[in-house]
T-cell receptor, first 115, second 111 residues
Framework: DVKVTQSSRYLVKRTGEKVFLECVQDMDHENMFWYRQDPGLGLRLIYFSYDVKMKEKGDIPEGYSVSREKKERFSLILESASTNQTSMYLC??????????????FGPGTRLTVT | KQEVTQIPAALSVPEGENLVLNCSFTDSAIYNLQWFRQDPGKGLTSLLLIQSSQREQTSGRLNASLDKSSGRSTLYIAASQPGDSATYLC??????????FGQGTRLTINP
């Protein structure tokens, strides 16, 4: 079974702190993704990466950065956390390529609260 | 720009009923469509994936159909159970990597 794990289920941080959210997958997938999920707005893509050290902006990259130093690990960084970044953060992975059989696998999520 | 819509936003039915959840999308140029389940406060669990060349997929009591030309997919749940209560999300894969999600249908099965 594909396994995507996230470092924390719940996290509480203060405004202005630097926050790291970690995601690890064990299926040797090339693609990794970070989404945030908010009531009424659904899931929105923040960043994705299709290879080590490669990244692409998603729909809402402002206020976030990412790091992918190893294939299995993808980190989301909030340089200076703000209250409007309180949300559920979901990581996902998938194989790279055009095959329509490729699906995304999601981790359990991190509920981040910024106070 | 691709838009995915799920109707209804919420649905409550008695246990044992068969039910249908709907998903529509505006651009038929998709690679595949996935149906997910999400329990409160949890991540997404993939239920079914329908490839662009397929018409339907089945897993146990679940059956998903895809009509690309009309931009529609349905998720059919047979003999519903209280354990089926969750939010169901559909997502289309557009481009090589990106998923576009609907807002979800919150399903409640009453014992």
């Amino acid at each position: 079974d594909v396994k995507v794990t996230q470092s924390s289920r719940y996290l509480v941080k203060r405004t202005g702190e630097k926050v790291f959210l970690e995601c690890v997958q064990d299926m040797d997938h090339e693609n990794m993704f970070w989404y945030r999920q908010d009531p009424g707005l659904g899931l929105r893509l923040i960043y994705f990466s299709y290879d080590v050290k490669m990244k692409e902006k998603g729909d809402i990259p402002e206020g976030y950065s990412v790091s992918r130093e190893k294939k299995e690990r993808f980190s989301l960084i909030l340089e200076s956390a703000s209250t409007n970044q309180t949300s559920m953060y979901l990581c996902a992975s998938s194989p790279f390529g055009l095959a329509d059989s490729y699906e995304q696998y999601f981790g359990p999520g991190t509920r981040l609260t910024v106070t | 720009k691709q838009e995915v819509t799920q109707i209804p936003a919420a649905l409550s039915v008695p246990e044992g009923e068969n039910l249908v959840l709907n998903c529509s999308f505006t651009d038929s140029a998709i690679y595949n469509l996935q149906w997910f389940r999400q329990d409160p406060g949890k991540g997404l669990t993939s239920l079914l994936l329908i490839q662009s060349s397929q018409r339907e997929q089945t897993s146990g009591r679940l059956n998903a159909s895809l009509d690309k030309s009309s931009g529609r997919s349905t998720l059919y749940i047979a003999a519903s159970q209280p354990g089926d209560s969750a939010t169901y999300l559909c997502a289309v894969r557009q481009g090589a990597q990106k998923l576009v999600f609907g807002q979800g249908t919150r399903l409640t099965i009453n014992p």
